[in-house]
């Protein structure tokens, strides 16, 4: 057997956790369900002292993350509850972070309703213009590579060098690319951050963060902030991605074969007006996600024609469930304009290629779009 730091991550993924082969002991330990534990005396130096400092399950799941970020992790309760793990603890009033116009809603809505409340100043810089932005001044940028929905591509270490050199933090958003795509940690980013209840998880049936930090010592302001707001995960959760997680190299390699399938019969279609892949060559992302990430994922954005058209496909393609997610084995979509928060056009639709037979979902989407 090979010494495991020469294991690839898909092995890694697959065998973390399993570390001790103890004779009658399960692969994976079960969830421990504690809020107490025994803790006579001097608590000094015990690592389970209450449920919500620690938990031997979140341990378990923690390490495995710090083996595939190449950095110590921690575990949330959600992807928005690891994000404010990291935009708060680091900043002070006075202070300016940029944040992209065109990620998650959800992440610039916390930046602008409370960071900016407590006096920070909150700067909006689109996804591609992160490449050449002044970041002088600026204590934290947060980015998201690639962008949900848009799909653009940061190159995170050309821009880890140039947030560095302005003596700024860098946190990336890996949440639709996943670690086993690509480790931010090792392209030189200071947070590793994602939603976990995506593909990370990939079954559909969690809320769940994580971060991952470069310098052990960024922890500590991450760990204090969870343990005092409790933005902790439940350990059956914790649990459920820890096994979601053996199967992650697999689901990816069979999701982005199948988004990349998709995404090449949209480029061809008459009634599609544009589309987004990263895997496909001519997309503006291509160059740099095949030098950054081993799989181009499983999200692909696409146009119809109106809200209408986009709507009428969607309630007809039986091969795609209509949801709010992606990264899940099942293939989903959602017209995002639906939501009022994000920059697209009313008949954008994001696509989250699930795992089924690559041929029955391509010919169910163009079932579906020949209807059209
Ligand atoms: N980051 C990205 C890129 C997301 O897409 C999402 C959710 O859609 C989040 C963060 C927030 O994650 P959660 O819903 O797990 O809180």
């Known amino acids: 057997m090979p010494d495991r730091h020469d294991l690839s991550a898909a092995t890694l993924g697959l065998h973390a956790g399993s570390d001790e082969r103890v004779t009658g002991t399960p692969f994976l330990a079960g969830p421990v369900f504690a809020s107490a534990f025994h803790l006579p005396g001097d608590q000094e130096g015990v690592k389970y002292q209450y449920g919500r400092f620690d938990n031997p399950t979140w341990s378990a799941l923690e390490s495995v993350i710090e083996k595939l970020e190449s950095g110590p992790a921690l575990t949330f309760a959600s992807g928005v509850a ?65 962008s949900n929905p848009s799909l653009d591509v940061c190159d995170i270490e050309a821009l880890a060098a140039r947030v560095h050199a302005a003596g700024a933090l860098l946190a990336v958003d890996n949440t639709t690319a996943t670690v086993l795509s690509q480790a931010p940690l090792r392209h ?7 939603s976990d209840t995506k593909a990370f998880n990939g079954h559909s049936d969690v809320v769940f963060g994580h971060v991952a930090v470069r310098d052990p010592e ?19 959760e914790a649990w459920l991605v820890h096994r979601g997680l053996a199967t992650l190299d697999l689901r990816l390699a069979r999701q982005s074969e199948n988004a990349q399938a998709i995404a090449e019969l949209l480029t061809v279609h008459r009634a599609v007006t544009g589309v987004r892949y990263p895997g496909l060559k001519t ?28 709507q009428r496909f969607l309630g007809s393609c039986e091969m795609l469930f209509e949801a709010t997610s992606f990264g899940g ?44």
């Open 82 to 146: 690891a994000t404010a793990a990291v935009l708060t603890p680091f900043v002070q009033p006075g202070d300016t972070i940029v944040v992209p116009d065109d990620g998650y809603f959800a992440t610039r809505s916390y930046a602008q309703t409370y960071l900016a409340r407590w006096g920070v100043t909150v700067r909006l810089v689109s996804t591609t213009a992160m490449a050449d932005a002044d970041f002088s001044g600026v204590k934290l940028v947060w980015v998201e590579t690639p």
């Open 188 to 194: 030189g980013a200071d947070f590793s951050v994602a």
């Open 218 to 236: 960024l922890l500590k302001p991450v760990k204090q902030w969870r343990t005092l707001v409790g933005a902790i995960p439940g350990p059956m």
């Open 283 to 310: 997309d503006p992302s291509y160059q740099i996600a095949r030098r950054q990430m081993r799989y181009f994922g499983a999200v692909v954005s696409f146009e119809l024609a109106s809200a209408e058209v986009a």
């Open 329 to 372: 084995m099942h293939s989903s979509a959602e017209r995002r304009a639906r939501w009022g928060t994000d920059k697209v056009s009313a008949g954008f639709i994001r696509l989250s290629a699930g795992c089924e037979a690559t041929d029955d979902l391509v010919a169910g989407i163009r079932r579906a779009l020949d209807a059209l």
